[in-house]
């Protein structure tokens, strides 16, 4: 039986990709809420960090912003790979990995609009938008003139009001860097290629709170909207891939049942049951019949009996 699924069109997945991407950018401005409710969700969340003792992005952004060599490849880290190594994996699996690839974009998918609903119920100012008097530096202002992103986050110099830049919880940079890192690990058989999978997603987390673009609640949101992601995927009908492989099964299996069309008990010729003696009115010998047409051998016990 073949359970193999039917090839995707990469112009077909190139188009979803595309309305996801839209649907990304798009989501995430149509999230913009008011100002103040944004600082008030971000102060909330930095609140309960404190009070917890997790508030790990203040030692980690006072680290970037005092030290260029570290803050400036950070602002790069943060401004570039979130939207080249996602499609790169996906490419990936797409050529090198087809029967894996269907499901993992269908997780990215999910978890992607989960993350728009995160933005759109609870718009979050982030830690480099928050009052001086917080003690965070927007690093990607500070460094901008090594860059061509400017002091909106890391949008391109101008084009800052294409972004919303309250759109911190969950950070599906680092749920995007999560997705890529665990299909690398599972999927990937270089041991480079595994090891990027195990940095990628630690290196990402670190990032984007060092360049107190995220709180690290935010973080731990971005993984969870990954793993309800995942679920989800998991949980969708497959009814179309039923339908497929069971006209595939239908196809392969169709010619080994022919011969057995009769049924088991059929006979030669497709007779149920013993076949008639054709003889054209002549007696026929037991050794001329056919194995299925001979009488069963009598018992010596009856016969000795006689």
């Not at 969700?41 to 790990?56: M, P």
């Not at 460094?143 to 800052?160: D, I, K, M, N, V």
């Not at 290196?203 to 793993?227: E, I, K, P, S």
Request: positive net charge; contains cysteine; aromatic residues 10%.
């Amino acid at each position: 039986m073949n359970n193999r699924q039917k090839p995707t069109r990469w112009w077909a997945e190139l188009l979803l990709l595309g309305l996801l991407y839209g649907a990304y950018s798009g989501g995430r401005l149509l999230a913009r809420g008011d100002v103040q409710l944004a600082v008030d969700h971000g102060l909330a969340i930095l609140r309960v960090e404190d009070l917890l003792g997790i508030s790990f992005e203040r030692p980690l952004n006072r680290l970037f912003s005092q030290h260029g060599p570290l803050g400036i490849p950070a602002d790069f880290v943060y401004a570039s790979l979130h939207y080249l190594v996602t499609p790169a994996v996906l490419v990936w699996l797409y050529r090198r990995r087809p029967a894996h690839y269907r499901n993992a974009r269908t997780w990215l998918i999910a978890s992607t609009l989960l993350g728009l609903v995160g933005f759109a119920l609870m718009p979050t100012c982030p830690p480099r938008l928050l009052d001086a008097a917080h003690g965070f530096t927007d690093t990607m202002a500070q460094y901008s003139a090594y860059g061509w992103w400017g002091a909106e986050a890391s949008a391109p110099r101008g084009l800052g009001g294409l972004t919303n830049q309250y759109a911190a919880m969950p950070s599906l940079h680092v749920g995007w860097a999560l997705w890529c890192g665990v299909l690398l690990w599972r999927h990937g058989r270089h041991p480079l290629l595994r090891a990027f999978g195990i940095a990628y997603p630690a290196v990402t987390t670190l990032v984007v709170m060092g360049t107190a673009n995220h709180y690290f609640l935010d973080a731990v949101a971005g993984a969870a909207v990954m793993g309800l992601g995942f679920a989800a995927a998991r949980a969708l009908p497959a009814r179309a891939q039923a339908r497929t492989q069971a006209r595939t099964q239908a196809r392969t299996s169709a010619p080994e049942a022919a011969p057995a069309a009769a049924g088991p008990a059929a006979g030669p010729a497709g007779f149920r049951g013993t076949p008639p003696i054709v003889s054209g009115g002549w007696d026929t010998s037991a050794r001329e019949l056919l194995p299925a047409q001979r009488p069963a051998p009598e018992d010596d016990t009856a016969a000795a009996a006689r």
